[in-house]
């Protein structure tokens, strides 16, 4: 397979540079990051700056009103910079990549002018062919689901681009979503779930541990729903493939995500207990506490279910750290269900959490019901649920205080002397320490805990100044 391995340092960029843009998932951050991949052996390189691109991909999320709506507003400023280039007699294009490509094809071009291409999140390994194809003013769409496989068509990054990126990378080991949950545009734009095959994956991370990776989240829209052949044509479970990853030399660290309740298997769930390199912290979106709700939502599972799958997973690590999704004022929702949501929250204590206002998505059956719920009803249950959230965050941090746990340094800190990384249960954490301690994972004592991170002292750096 073709890589930059052998491409001299400093090498003038035959493209031009690019700027890939992510918004949303973690799906999009890997996917922008194949994408650079896939430019850069075309020539492009890699920039930080709109003002130095040749070439500005936006990543776009379609998943709630305000994350498409942002995009609109973002092009919008790109088409100015776009027209004050061209005053200049330089090029500059504009490509819209990712689930909003996907929704809303030919709309993009019709609502702002100064886009070149548009393509969708299954048909971007065709990029340098399209972009040749939207040369000279014309301009295209490409959000037609590819039949080929786009991991085949899509290079290896070369050692440099990885080791530029850091110590922890995703994988995307799945992708797609047949459950169609009632709010959720992601079955529509990523379409039907697929499960790449084990030797790619293993393949990938090899790859990434060879060039200095020292942590792998596999990432999957239903990660836990992941099927993958072998060589043999027998399909693997989540637990195997990680059974199988923590086994490979040169990785500390394994995690996962974005997992969905109903297939939280015993196996998945035994593998906290027998991999030491999975971390305990898993992400498990629950959206609602109200068993009515759940079922409107098409959740296919009740409160009492995920109660007992965090039971489960406490069992087989006690130190398990929980995060989740919530979503309030999904339609028909009432104070009782909420209150529901909020008892749930209460039961399981979660270390960290995301959650939303319901926003209605063309197309998804919870657009269509007649029993919406007012803005303020929604805005109101929202505060009072991230209050709860954010004091259990806190809380959870202030728990770590005086213990030892261990932190994989990721980069320098934010001050002079500094190092910071995370701790197993994805706390920020900085110590004062070396730079050369960047890539490994070291026993850290927690002495204080901020707001957003966690303040420590190395363990054996007494030990390092006697040595
Ligand atoms: N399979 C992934 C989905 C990613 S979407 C998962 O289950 O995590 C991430 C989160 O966005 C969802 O968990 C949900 O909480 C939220 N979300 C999805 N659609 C939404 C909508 N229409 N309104 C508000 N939040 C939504
Ligand atoms: Fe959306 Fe539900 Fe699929 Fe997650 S499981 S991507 S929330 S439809
Ligand atoms: Fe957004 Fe698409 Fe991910 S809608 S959350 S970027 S799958």
């Known amino acids: 397979m073709a890589t930059l391995d052998d491409a001299p340092e400093g090498a003038p960029a035959r493209g031009g540079k690019v700027l890939v843009k992510s918004y949303g998932c973690q799906m999009n951050v890997y996917d922008a990051t194949r994408m650079a991949d896939l430019l850069g052996r075309e020539g492009y390189a890699e920039t930080a700056e709109e003002a130095d691109a040749d070439l500005v991909i ?5 998943i709630r009103e305000k994350a498409a709506e942002k995009i609109y507003s973002e092009l919008g400023k790109l088409a100015l910079e776009k027209r004050a280039r061209e005053a200049q007699g330089r090029e500059m294009k504009i490509v819209v990549a990712g689930c909003v490509a996907q929704a809303e094809g030919e709309q993009v071009l019709k609502r702002q002018r100064a886009v070149d291409l548009v393509v969708g999140p299954q048909s971007y390994h065709r990029l340098p062919d399209l972009l040749q194809q939207a040369r000279h003013g014309r301009r295209l769409t490409d959000t037609e689901f590819a039949v ?25 080991v799945q992708e797609g979503c047949d459950k169609f949950c009632s709010f959720c545009v992601v079955p529509y734009t990523r379409g039907a779930e697929v499960s790449r095959p084990v030797a790619d994956v293993l393949a990938e991370t090899q790859r990434l541990v060879e060039a200095g990776v020292r942590e792998i989240t596999l990432i999957g829209q239903n990660v836990n729903a992941y099927r993958g052949a072998d060589d043999e044509g027998r399909d693997w479970s989540l637990a195997r493939l990680l059974a199988e990853m923590g086994q490979i030399e040169g990785i500390d660290r394994l995690r996962y995500t974005t997992s969905h309740p109903v297939d939280m298997a015993q196996d998945l769930i035994d593998v906290h207990e027998s991999i030491e390199k999975l971390m305990p912290y898993v992400h498990l979106p629950v959206q609602s506490g109200s068993d009515r709700v759940l079922k409107a939502m098409n959740r296919k599972h009740t409160a009492a279910d995920y109660l007992d799958i965090i039971a489960r997973l406490r069992k087989a690590r006690p130190d398990m750290a929980l995060s989740s999704d919530f979503i309030v004022g999904f339609p028909g929702e009432t104070d009782e269900d909420f209150e529901d949501t909020m008892a749930l929250a209460r039961a399981v204590g979660f270390a960290s959490s995301f959650s939303f206002k319901y926003s209605p998505r063309p197309g998804t059956p919870g657009a269509e019901r007649d029993d919406q719920i007012d803005e303020e009803v929604k805005r109101a249950r929202l505060a009072a649920l991230q209050a709860l959230l954010e004091e259990q965050r806190q809380a959870f941090n202030a728990a770590t205080v005086s213990k030892t746990v261990d932190v994989l340094f990721e980069k320098p800190g934010r001050h002079e002397g500094q190092i910071a990384g995370k701790s197993p249960y994805m706390q920020a954490v900085h110590v004062s320490g070396a730079a050369d301690r960047v890539g490994r994972v070291a026993r850290v004592e927690i002495v204080a805990a901020g707001s957003n991170s966690l303040a420590g002292r190395l363990m054996d750096e007494g030990e390092e100044a006697k040595a």
């Open 148 to 172: 080929e496989d786009k991991f085949d068509a899509l290079p290896q990054p070369s050692r440099a681009q990885i080791r530029a990126r850091g110590v922890s990378a995703f994988v995307t």
């Open 58 to 62: 936006l990543n776009t999320c379609h």
